[in-house]
Nanobody, 122 residues
């Protein structure tokens, strides 16, 4: 079992920054690829970024490249999402997830956090 708890969401003006954190727990969490996903009202859940626990590989959705950075602290079992140059269309609930497969697809992730709301005002 893996437990995930996100934090760091909030309200920010367009052009601003937020840093989301995900605290992971569980004996085998080090085996998992970690991902950030988001879901806006009326839209499907979409991939934001993913990183292997080794940190050797990362993935970003095209619209996030250059603005968002995923990172992890292996010893602390923490995963972060630094979001810069935020836009109103980035408004969504952001979820942290863990999966055994090295894949950016939401369907490949086994464990999910409760989500944290990010709202970007224009």
């Amino acid at each position: 079992q893996v437990q995930l708890v996100e934090s760091g969401g909030g309200l920010v003006q367009a052009g601003g920054s937020l840093r989301l954190s995900c605290a992971a727990s569980g004996r085998t969490v080090s085996r998992y690829t970690m991902g950030w996903f988001r879901q806006a009202p009326g839209k499907e859940r979409e991939t934001v970024a993913a990183i292997t626990w080794s940190g050797s590989r990362t993935y970003y959705a095209d619209s996030m490249k250059g603005r968002f950075t995923i990172s992890r602290e292996y010893a602390k079992k923490m995963v972060y999402l630094q979001m810069n140059s935020l836009k109103p269309e980035d408004t969504a609930v952001y979820y942290c997830a863990a999966g055994l497969e090295d894949s950016p697809s939401p369907g490949r992730y086994d464990y999910w956090g409760q989500g944290t709301q990010v709202t970007v005002s224009s």
